[in-house]
């Protein structure tokens, strides 16, 4: 034991180069004797010696800042006008004249890695997770501790299984497309340095299982963090961070089970610094992200067109903004283009999302019935597939039935429901039925009729959306609504949610569907709100004095005059209801 | 070069080329590389791609990177400013954690040495930080998974890091109009887990 320590401290100040986790590895060889490690320490010890020599114990020996100076000869960050360290022999650094490592500013850049070991421990509810690790130098010199918390984002563990598909397009031009990962979880965590401070930091994470072929997982966790402030030497510090961890589940081993779980876990961490010293004056601040003016509608649909795969089919939608995602739900006759000039007024404040649902806009037209039930299937594929969470849902029309429909079985995937021209109640009768409407709808669903005039005549698209608005539209907008439904075939989906509406009874698993979100919404504490227009076509005054009445935890907002497509009429009111009461909610 | 390559690799030959510092199994291969390149701009600014050679850690060049990272602001000054501190404990599995948006996506391939390649993806972080010169540093860190590989690491499952910055001269409008070309460096972090014969990872 004696001839391994002594082969330990021999070798320690090599292990920056080669790695502390090298002799880890040597060490967990079940058939090498402790002998058989020392002597191999030991060899490599010589070998590396004739080397790097007195240079590198000495800097070893003469603290941080000097081992980063030996990091950047190791890493190549030999950089113009650095100062070679007190006490390293001239030679030092003359020779290593090659371009800088992996600084870009050699003398305010701080770069800074360390590893750490510890236990990580779940709540009880599994949605958090505390790490508690002690924190190492690359040469394995002990050097403070680090904690941290990570927060899921996702619902189902066996999400962590997935990864997503390879990404498209070319690598080496600045263009897209890049694929919006989903954010698997939130962090924040500190480093506390021995005696020289400590570096706080925040940021979103990505999480991964692997399953190895014994049964057993390996855990990994990936962070993108911002320093948001320090302690010591780092206070008033600016920079980013990455950590990459992980932890081995053994086979057996439900990490996310009921049971209360703590694990070993390691983390490789890397710190890229500014320091307050050399911290420069902020320009002018940005100010805070207000809501766009005002602005005529306008026809253009600036955004670019992505697709999702779902059950075998493409699913077209937009994503515009950053930040947790507000998913816009259009309804009968329409698709995306129906939101395009209200998401300028909420990306500023989120991720904007806006799919079409299948059958509608620039998704696929598969052969199917295009029952309310197909639709919901293919929205919460399209949901999983974006692994979307903490989703704020912004509804109309059918959108309401779809995305409440969702809501109230995924409460926890839920930050808030905004609804428009919504049903928010299966009707009784007809008698119950939006009495503008009424006599219309009657007649789509007559036998023989309906069928004629939505599939073949189209009265849809060219009656009742421009009767669905005060102003005229333009004929490109129209012939922009035009374009996904242009032949009969196309037209299903249409005449199918006129099916679907829950009137006396019937549908039955319609009406029961929407009983069921309708009572649900009623106890649920989800922060909602209702947008209305006057007088409105489905969400009249006297629904809206239902839903006062009813709804918990509601806003309700009046926009003004407006008829059942608010988002034509007054897309900038419809935005900024939106933006101020999402605000509010984050 | 201050040391003598042919010892370096003695003391490599003792040691697998991949680093396996922190791993929590051996299964699990730890990786780490630096590089340094070129990165430009596409003319709206919504976009860099970043053209990178490759090196280990003791400057061996081993293979390229390339990459592209698409703004997720609107404004580049939001760069400029940071959240603040988190609250609460540290040390405890309970929130709150603050969500701070996603600044950009990436997705990157790096292709190493001897041809074989890791593909990924991810959420990326970025900060404008200015120093005390005028100049800047432009800094980005990206938290993203392993989609796929080749070569040697084709079928690998795992996820990687990615810390990059570049310094931007004291009078240069980075995100101003015209093809703003930089130089740009990263140190990238991977955990990969290769598809041993049999493993369920397919």
Redesign the interface.
């Known amino acids: 034991m004696r001839d391994f320590s002594k082969a330990m401290l021999r070798f320690s100040w ?1 292990m920056p ?6 002799l ?2 040597l060490l ?1 060889s079940p058939d090498q004797s402790i002998d058989e490690v020392a002597a ?1 320490l030991d060899a ?1 010890s010589q ?2 010696e ?3 020599g007195e ?1 590198a114990q000495t800097l070893f020996k003469s603290g941080d800042d000097l081992q980063g100076r030996l990091m950047d ?4 960050g030999g950089a113009p006008g650095a100062t070679a360290p007190a006490g390293a022999p001239s ?2 650094r003359q ?2 004249a ?8 050699p003398l ?2 701080e ?1 800074i ?1 360390r ?3 510890g236990t990580g ?3 009880r509810d599994k949605r ?5 690790m002690k924190m190492y130098t ?1 040469d394995g010199r002990e050097d403070g501790y680090h ?5 899921a984002q996702f619902q189902d563990p066996r999400e962590l299984l997935d ?5 498209e ?8 497309p ?4 989903a ?1 698997m979880a ?5 480093w506390v340095f021995n005696n020289q401070g400590s570096i ?1 930091v ?7 299982l ?4 014994d049964g ?1 997982f ?1 855990f ?10 320090g302690t010591g030497r780092f206070d008033s510090a ?7 961890g ?3 589940v053994s086979k057996g081993v439900n990490l996310f089970g009921p049971e209360d779980v703590s694990f ?5 961490d ?1 710190f ?1 610094v ?1 320091r307050g ?7 002018a ?2 100010p805070p ?1 207000q809501p766009q003016p005002s602005a005529p509608p306008s026809a253009d649909y600036p955004y670019q067109s992505r697709y999702a795969e779902v059950h075998g089919c493409r699913m077209h939608y937009i994503d515009e ?4 995602p507000i998913l816009f739900l259009h309804g009968n006759p329409a698709w995306s283009y129906l939101w395009r000039n209200v998401i300028p007024q909420v ?2 404040f ?2 904007c999302i806006a799919p079409d649902l299948i059958g509608m806009g620039l998704s696929d037209k598969p052969p199917i019935e295009y029952s309310l039930f197909d639709q919901i299937r293919y929205l919460e594929g399209f949901i999983k597939k974006l692994n979307l969470r ?1 989703i704020t849902l912004v509804l109309h029309d059918w959108g309401v039935a779809i995305g409440s429909h969702y809501a109230m079985r995924n409460e926890r995937n839920i930050k808030g429901i905004a609804l428009m021209e919504a049903m928010l109640k299966p009707y009784a009768s007809w008698d119950d039925f939006p009495a503008s409407l009424r006599d219309t709808f009657q007649s789509f669903r007559a036998p023989g009729v309906g069928r004629e005039l939505i599939v073949d005549k189209n009265v849809m698209i060219e009656r009742v959306l421009p009767g669905g608005m005060l102003r005229k539209l333009s004929e490109r907008e129209m012939n922009r609504y035009r374009e996904p439904f242009k032949d009969p075939a196309s037209r299903q989906p249409i005449w199918q949610f006129i099916q679907e509406l829950p009137v006396g009874g019937s549908p039955g698993a319609v009406a029961s569907l929407v009983s069921g979100y309708s009572e649900k919404l009623k106890r649920s504490d989800l922060p909602k709100l209702l947008i209305y227009a006057e007088p409105g076509a489905i969400t009249t005054a006297a629904d809206v004095a239902w839903a006062q009445a009813n709804l918990k935890n509601l806003r309700t907002v009046s926009i003004g005059p407006g008829i059942h497509f608010h988002q034509e009429d007054n897309p900038a009111g419809v935005g900024q209801a939106v933006a101020e009461w999402y605000q509010q909610l984050s | ?4 390559q042919a ?2 690799e ?2 490599a030959l ?2 697998d080329p991949a ?10 291969e ?1 990786i ?1 590389r ?1 590089t ?1 390149g070129a990165g ?3 003319a709206d600014k919504k ?3 970043l ?1 990178m050679r490759q ?1 280990t ?3 061996q060049p081993d293979g390229y990177h ?5 703004a ?4 580049p ?2 760069l ?7 609250v ?8 709150p ?7 950009a ?5 790096w292709v190493f040495g001897d041809g074989s390649a890791i ?1 990924a ?5 970025s ?1 404008l ?9 432009f ?10 590989g080749t070569g040697r690491y084709a079928r690998a ?7 990059g ?3 931007i001269e004291a009078g240069v409008n980075l995100f101003g109009p015209g093809d703003v070309k930089f ?5 990238d ?3 990969v ?1 290769r598809d ?6 397919k």
């Open positions: 090599a180069l080669l790695g502390f986790q090298q880890v590895n967990r191999t490599m070998v590396a004739r080397q790097f240079l000869s190791l890493f190549g030679t030092c020779p290593v090659r371009a800088p490592g992996y600084k870009s500013d305010r850049e770069v890695a590893y750490t070991r421990q779940f709540s958090y997770i505390a790490l508690r690359l904690e941290g918390v990570w927060e990864r997503p598909a390879p990404p397009g070319p690598m080496d031009e600045p263009r897209g890049v694929p919006h990962a954010v939130h962090t924040k965590a500190h706080i925040a940021g979103p994470a990505a999480s991964h692997v399953p190895l072929p057993s390996i990994m966790v990936s962070t993108a963090q911002i320093i948001t402030g600016y920079g980013l961070v990455q950590s990459l992980s932890t081995h070993t876990a390691t983390t490789i890397t890229r500014v010293r050399h911290h420069g004056t902020v320009p601040g940005p992200p903004g950053s930040g947790d990306t500023p989120g991720r903490k | 070069m201050f040391y003598d010892a370096f003695e003391i003792h040691f680093l396996h510092g922190a791993q929590s199994d051996p299964c699990e730890v780490i630096y340094r430009r701009f596409s976009y860099i791609t053209s090196y850690l003791d400057d390339q990459g592209v990272w698409e997720q602001f609107k404004d000054r939001e400029l400013q940071r959240p603040a501190n988190p609460g404990p540290m040390n405890e599995p309970h929130g954690v603050e969500h701070l948006a996603v600044v996506h990436t997705k990157g391939v593909t993806v991810g959420p990326a972080l900060h930080i200015p120093l005390d010169d005028g100049s800047f540093l800094a980005v860190t990206c938290g993203q998974i392993i989609t796929n499952h795992g996820l990687k890091t990615s810390l910055s570049t310094h130089t740009a460096t990263t140190i972090t991977f955990r887990v041993p014969a049999g493993s369920p990872i």
